[in-house]
């Protein structure tokens, strides 16, 4: 099998040839993913995934113990993190959890570069 070439999107119709992506396409795979760019553009915000990362849920005063912000600061990129899709929150009692939920982001990131590989190469 060959790795080089990407693999180009299938027409739902049986036995219809590869959909190449145009480069409209390729634009608004970029604007879908605007908001992670900018949300992971934030070395503290990378942080606070990567903490999210090795544990499997935490909340403010937790994330707060771990970084040199204070938890008005952390609370803001939280919700930046919330806004662009990363992560989710559960309330438990009076406390916020933060959770990692990537799966709907990395699916646009990987969109946009299967597409970008097609059209603008």
């Known amino acids: 099998m060959n790795t080089d070439t990407p693999a180009q999107p299938l027409d739902a119709s049986a036995g219809a040839a590869p959909i190449t992506p145009t480069l409209d396409d390729v634009l608004?795979?970029?604007r879908a993913c605007a908001p992670v760019f900018n949300a992971l553009g934030d070395r503290f915000r990378q942080d606070i995934v990567m903490l999210l990362a090795q544990e499997l849920r935490l909340n403010v005063n937790q994330i707060a113990q771990r970084?040199?912000?204070s938890r008005p600061a952390i609370s803001h990129h939280?919700?930046?993190l919330m806004l662009a899709g990363l992560i989710s929150?559960?309330?438990v009692s009076r406390e916020n959890f933060y959770s990692l939920t990537l799966d709907?982001?990395?699916?646009?990131l990987r969109r946009?570069?299967?597409q970008a590989e097609v059209s603008c190469t």
């Open 28 to 30: 608004g795979s970029f």
């Open 67 to 69: 970084m040199p912000l």
């Open 78 to 80: 939280l919700k930046v």
């Open 89 to 91: 929150q559960e309330r």
């Open 104 to 108: 709907t982001a990395l699916a646009d």
């Open 112 to 114: 946009l570069v299967e």
